[in-house]
Every structure is written in C-alpha cells, then in structure tokens.
C-alpha cells in the first residue's frame, strides 16, 4: 500500500470518528445508590448492572440515535446524604434518576425530584408508603412489601395446600407491615383460616411463651416476617416445643445465619417468601444480562436488588424511545399509560397509577440438606 | 389447661431463674456499696462468649454434658470472678469516698468498654454455640414438654440460689455480709474487713452471672455482643421487683418476672406482653415501693 494513501485513510477516519461523537449529544441519565457506606455492596452491584444495560443499548445504537451517559450520585445509604445527591442530580440537568436502594434514602429524594419535576424510579425501595402519596414523577421497579404478602397468601392455597396459618412478625415497620398483608389476603382465601397472630420483641431469646399458646391453634404453617436472629431462635424453639409445623420465613428472616442459629438439622426444609435471586430468572433478558455480568466481573449479582436497577434503565430508555421526549411529564405520562409488559430482566415491567410495578413476582425457596437456598 | 398452664410455669421458670441469677449479682452489690453495677450485664455477656470460645476452640466439650460442662462452667466463672475483682479495684475502689454519681458514671464506662472489647474480639455478627445433640433430648412428662437444658437452668440456678442463701443467713461470712450492708461504718468498728467483704462480693456475682451466661448460650445458642444489655434491663428489673439490696429479693423478683412474661405473651399477647409487665411492676411499687420482699433501705442521714 502506498504511503499517501495511508494518510488520507487516517485522516478519513479521523474525520469520521469527530464526526460520530460531536453529533449525537449523549442522554445523561442519573443513577444515585450506596455507593459507599454500610450497603456499598449492593450499589457497586447496581453500578455495574446498569452499566452493562447502558452499554448494550449504546451498542445497539443508543436511544433516538444517542449513546446513554450514566451520572452516579453516591448517597451513602444516608437520607441526608440522598437530599443532597437528589439536588446535585437536577442542578446537573440528567433526564431521568435510577433511585434508589433504600426506602429510607428514598423518600427524602423522591420529594425533592418530585419538586423539581424529575423523573425518579427506585429499584429497591420496598416500603409501602413511598407510592402512597401520590408523587407524579415516583415509579420502582421493584415490588411492595404487601405483594410479598400476597405471595404468601398464595403460596399457602396454591401450593402448600394447607388450611391453618399462623403469622408471627416483630413490631418492626417492615416485619408488621408484611405481616398485615399477608393476613389481609389470607383473610379471603377461601380454604385457608389464620388461626393466630401476633409479633415478638426484637432482641429477646425466649419465645416458648408465645410458641406454646401458638400451639394449642394447630397450624400447619407458620409465617415469620421478621430478620433472621429471631427467626432461628423461634424455629429452633417451636421444634422443641414439638411443633413440626412447616416453617415459612419473609425476605428479611432466612439466609446463611438463620441456617447457623437454627442448626442444619432443624432449618433444613424450611421456605422463604422473596425476590428472585438473578440466576433464577426465567427471561431471555435475564439470561443475557448475567452472562454478561458474570463475564465482566467474575460471578452473578449475590442479591435480587441490581438487577431492578437494570430494569429502571432499560424502562427510561423504552419510554424516551417511544415518546421521542426526553422531559419528564410526557415521560412519567408515559410510564403510566402507554407503556405495557417491557419485557425487562426481571420479567415484563408495567406500571398503575400510582408508580407501582403491576403483578409481582416472587419465588419461594427451600433449604436443602447442605444449607443452600434452592427454588422450591 | 392445666397441662398447657404447667408448661407455660415451666417456661416462664426457665426465663425467670435467668433474671434471678443475674439479678443477684445487681442486688448484693446494691445491697453492700449503694452502688448500681450497670457493667454487670457485661459479664455476664462474656461468661457467655467464654464459654462458647471454650466449647468451640477446646476438646474440653468431648468430655460429655456431665463433665465437660461442670469444668467449662467452672473456669468461665472463675475467669468472671478474677475480672470482677480486676473491675472493682480499677473502676470503683478508686471512687469509694467520692459520693455516689462517679461510680455509676464509672460502671457505665466499664460497660461501655466490655462490650466494645467483645465486639472486636469475636466480632459483631451472631456467633452460635454449637449444636449439643445431648442437651435438646426432651420429654413429655404428662403433656408437659421439658428439654434436658431446661431442666439444667432450674436445677442449677435454684440450687446456687439455696446455697448462696444458706451461705447469707446461716455462717459467719454471711451474718459479715448482712452487717456491711447495713452500715459499713459500724461493721468496720465490729472488726469486719469491709474491703474483703466487697472484693468477695464482686467475686460471687459476676460467677453466678457468669453461670447464667454459659446457660444461656447452651439454651438458645445464639451469641451478640449488645445481649448483656436486654438481659441486664431484665435483671435489673427483676431486682426491683424483690426490693433491690435483698437477695432472697432478687431471687423472687426474677422467677415473678419470668412468671409476668409467660402470663403476658402465652395468655394475652406476645405484643403487648412488656405494656403488661411493667403496669404491674409501676402498680407494684406504688404499692410496695421497697418492692415484694421490700427491706428497710438504711437511709442515711
């Protein structure tokens, strides 16, 4: 090849390349998590989920022909620290905020989105409240406590099949808030009965009073929807009260401890109510999503959470795609209307008027006889 | 019902002769220096993680439940009794004429300290005492349930309980301790060593805490460096309860505690079983304000 002829490829190229990043002017959308702080776990996780979709979309050309720039904002699981992340992101101009992680840290942002007229969707803010107070420009990705309750409720007439219910929580917003769900769906099920409730003090070891009188109502399967220190003990005691009822747990009860606290021998066979791990979603998406992530960073997302955060991207992108807007009110108008069954990571995405994801998807899980959590 | 009452009685024993044992330990050193020892609750925290390091990282466990745990409950309340002493000469001997608010000041900074020292020492996760098969063998005695370990805490704690109130009432010792806590002053002219006196004192009640810790661990098996502070709430109460300075006070105090519990969370509600016990113990001191087996508090003029 000839060396003039070089340089004028070169120079063509170069050319070309100005040419591509000057033109299209890139969609800045915001992703504020716990990039730092107690949860910095999860918001590396969630960094490095949107990232991947972020990048497919670029690569598949980006959204209304331009690439997606993603801002992190680190909230540091703090309100305070979220009320501060939430201003910088409208002063920076994004289009649309992935937040955030915690329901805490949410609210606080939320309001101040809302005031500014900013599209923000959380991906792991699960309280009820938070899409109760009519907020225009609030949605999530993720589901409310009280469609975990439903689960439950379903779970027991669906699959259990059984009749007599007891549902144990802690007093703590959470635990107290799925329990009266759970209950309130249990309450129309046309087979199933609750024959007790009632909730424990967070902290304390004994619970042989409250397991004893549970006793005497016969249940098949009791609910706790308390965190794991509790859930073990109470386990571990109702055994040796000889109550053989099956053993359910909601999403805060079971894991690695509640195995260690219980024993092997006497966690084993016990179910837990939650969000899909990300290896066991059934989507195509989702098996794309983690081939990619464990090919960047060596192993699959350890929580349900990233995952949502994905979602949140992948459901900004789709509604600028289709309103070919980029302002948040015929966005947010968008969300609530038009858009229909995205087929998104965590399985078809919709949302009701009020900005909360429509059906939900749970899974329940059961410890097998080596302490691992397998789909049940 | 009667069947279910019983359980229930044994249940809210269990939990009670806990409280009992660890409420002594707040009672006598009330009862002796007018002092609320707030870092008790710590040791027996510690009796507990000792125990557990014991069981876990020595072979001293495969000696089986007779032994193993005679010898375990041996040293861990041995090494309590050592700190005690350590405590009191560091943090309390010093401010023994310096009025009453220092100490408490002081307590609560050895508290403080303790268990943060446990916290970086075994960490600041649930650590769990291993599963002893031996001790979850239960029976069902006329429909009544009881566990092996349940029948372990009352049967221990009841008779150190009679023995430590044999030991108050009937020896010379005992009659020593009784005159101190009445007046050190006089007792000092009696010819009583008021020093030794509270050093036996500080020795005696982180052992019995120290015992509470290791049964406690063994029962319910799971370990946090904060659970010294529930417990020590309860036992504190418990002292209240009996009328605080009182030993055979604190040993009531704590079984009607328990008591208080069951009746709460097995017959009311579990929620609401803490509303339940302290309208009673508030109506209680109403009544009996020196609490149920209420001493003459010497005031002192």
């Known amino acids: 090849m000839r060396k003039d002829s070089i340089v004028v490829l070169v120079l063509l190229l170069g050319l070309l390349t100005s040419i591509g990043t000057a033109a299209p002017k890139p969609i800045r959308i915001g992703l504020q998590g716990p990039i730092t702080g107690a949860w910095a776990y999860e918001g590396e996780m969630a960094v490095n989920s949107v990232q991947i979709v972020a990048d497919q979309i670029n690569g598949a050309g980006g959204v209304l022909g331009r690439p997606i720039e993603i801002v992190i904002g680190d909230d540091q699981g703090s309100p305070r620290q979220g009320a501060l992340v939430a201003q910088r992101m409208v002063s920076d101009g994004v289009v649309a905020v992935i937040s955030s992680y915690g329901s805490s840290v949410t609210e606080p942002s939320a309001a101040i989105y809302e005031e500014s007229e900013l599209l923000n969707i959380a991906y792991g803010a699960t309280a009820e409240r938070l899409t109760e107070r009519g907020l225009k420009f609030f949605f999530r990705t993720c589901f409310r406590d009280d469609r975990q309750g439903q689960f439950f409720a379903s779970l027991v007439d669906d699959v259990l099949k059984v009749k007599r219910v007891a549902i144990i929580h802690d007093n703590t917003t959470f635990a107290k808030g799925l329990a009266e769900a759970a209950k309130r769906f249990l309450e129309k099920s046309p087979t199933a009965e609750l024959v007790f409730y009632d909730a424990i003090t967070p902290g304390e070891k004994d619970f042989s009073p409250i397991l004893t009188r549970m006793r005497t109502t016969a249940p098949e399967v009791m609910y706790f929807t308390g965190y794991y220190p509790e859930a073990g003990l109470i386990l571990f005691q109702a055994r040796n009260l000889g109550i053989d009822a099956l053993f359910v747990g909601g999403n805060a009860a079971i894991n690695d401890e509640f195995v260690n606290i219980a024993g092997l021998d006497v966690a084993q066979g016990s179910i837990v109510t939650q969000e899909p791990l990300p290896t066991d979603l059934p989507y195509p998406e989702a098996k794309d999503f983690l081939a990619e992530y464990i090919k960047r960073h060596g192993e699959a997302p350890s929580t349900p959470w990233p995952v949502y955060a994905a979602d949140a991207l992948k459901v900004i992108a789709a509604a600028i795609e289709a309103t070919g807007s980029t302002d948040s009110r015929v966005l947010a108008d968008y969300l609530r209307e038009g858009l229909k069954d995205l087929p998104g990571i965590t399985g078809p995405i919709s949302f009701d008027a009020s900005g909360d994801r429509a059906g939900a998807i749970y899974r329940a899980y059961v410890i097998d006889d080596q302490g691992q959590l397998v789909p049940y | ?301």
């Open chain 2, 1 to 301: 019902m009667l069947e279910l009452f019983l359980e229930q009685l044994v249940n809210g024993l269990t939990v009670g002769s806990v409280y009992s044992l660890v409420a002594l330990g707040y009672t006598m050193v009330y009862g002796v220096m007018r002092l609320i020892n707030f870092a008790h609750g710590e040791l027996f925290m510690l009796g507990s993680y000792l125990g557990f390091t014991l069981l876990v990282s020595t072979s001293i466990g495969e000696l089986g439940v007779g032994w193993g745990l005679i010898i375990i409950v041996l040293m861990v309340a041995g090494a309590m009794a050592l700190l005690g002493i350590l405590i009191e000469r560091v943090a309390y001997a010093p401010l023994r004429k310096s009025g009453r608010l220092a100490p408490v000041v002081s307590a609560l900074g050895v508290s403080i300290f303790l268990q943060n020292a446990a916290m970086l020492i075994w960490g600041s996760r649930y650590r769990a005492y291993p599963v002893w098969a031996a001790l979850d063998r239960r029976w069902e005695i006329g429909g009544v349930h009881i566990t092996l370990m349940q029948a372990i805490i009352l049967g221990v704690s009841i008779n150190l309980m009679l023995l430590l109130y044999c030991m108050i009432q009937r020896t010379t010792l005992g009659a020593a301790i009784r005159a101190t806590a009445i007046d050190q002053e006089t007792a000092r002219l009696m010819g009583i060593d008021v020093n030794a006196i509270i050093r036996f004192i500080f020795i005696i009640g982180p052992a019995l805490g120290a015992v509470a810790g290791v049964m406690v661990g063994l029962y319910y098996r799971q370990l946090h460096f904060t659970m010294g502070w529930t417990y020590s709430l309860k036992a504190f109460t418990a002292a209240i309860m009996g009328g605080i300075g009182n030993i055979p006070g604190a040993m009531v105090g704590g079984m009607f505690l328990g008591i208080l519990e069951m009746l709460g969370a097995g017959y009311i509600s579990a929620a609401w079983k803490d509303v339940f016990v302290f309208v009673i113990l508030i109506a209680l001191l109403i009544l009996r304000p020196t609490g149920l087996l209420g001493e003459r508090v010497a005031e002192k003029v």
